[in-house]
């Protein structure tokens, strides 16, 4: 099986498949895998959310593990920056991390800008049906600004830091995604609650 993004530069390597499958993993964990792909602008609450919905499915008993924007770029990604092609790269690399995790039975959380369309469409193409549900944490730019937690919009409103997201790089707003979370109407249990009963709704978690 070769990733729908990229073909191995080797040509004297094979796909492994183990002997315990998916459906036997779904048996033991109790649940299917899946990929939670959380994607919006910086500030507009993604990995907040994101730990909240990790923490409810835990408390369910799920394998569940958030996979951070930042955390990932500190190790994994640490030699890449915010160009486009770059971006690309990243969100490439932690599909395919995302795509494992998946296959081991975990509800991976990925939180991420992800801020092209196409990238993320990619991500989508390496799993099964229903394995993949884009998170839109919609969040008008005035108030993910308005928080700056990090002060990188100052930072580029100013100037100083390039290629952001929001400011001087595009984002491309998911057209269809599995859940949408308007965060202006909705608090962060709120948002999290919604996510979990996508999931509870849709085949992905067992009896709690």
């Known amino acids: 099986m070769v990733s729908a993004m990229t073909a191995p530069k080797a040509d004297n390597i094979t796909w492994h498949t183990g002997e315990v499958d998916r459906d036997t993993r779904a048996s033991a964990h109790g649940h299917r895998g899946a990929v939670l792909?959380?994607?919006?602008?910086?500030?507009?609450?993604?990995?907040?959310?994101?730990?909240?919905?990790?923490?409810?499915?835990?408390?369910?008993?799920?394998?569940?593990?958030?996979?951070?924007?930042?955390?990932?770029?500190?190790?994994?990604?640490?030699?890449?920056?915010?160009?486009?092609?770059?971006?690309?790269?990243?969100?490439?690399?932690?599909?395919?991390?995302?795509?494992?995790?998946?296959?081991?039975?975990?509800?991976?959380?990925?939180?991420?800008?992800?801020?092209?369309?196409?990238?993320?469409?990619?991500v989508r193409a390496l799993l099964g049906q229903g394995e993949f549900v884009e998170v839109f944490v919609d969040t008008p730019l005035e108030i993910c600004e308005a928080r700056d937690p990090k002060g990188l919009y100052k930072k580029a409103r100013a100037g100083e830091i390039s290629n952001f997201t929001g400011i001087n790089a595009p984002y491309e707003a998911p057209r269809s995604p599995e859940v949408h979370l308007e965060t202006a109407d909705l608090g962060v249990d709120e948002a999290a609650a919604k996510v979990v009963r996508y999931l509870a709704t849709h085949d992905i978690l067992g009896d709690p």
């Open 37 to 122: 792909w959380f994607t919006g602008l910086s500030g507009s609450g993604k990995s907040t959310i994101a730990h909240r919905v990790e923490s409810m499915l835990v408390d369910r008993g799920v394998f569940a593990y958030v996979l951070d924007g930042d955390n990932i770029r500190h190790g994994l990604n640490s030699d890449l920056g915010f160009s486009p092609e770059e971006r690309e790269e990243n969100i490439r690399r932690i599909g395919e991390v995302a795509r494992l995790f998946a296959d081991s039975g975990a509800v991976v959380l990925t939180a991420f800008i992800s801020p092209y369309r196409r990238d993320r469409e990619r």
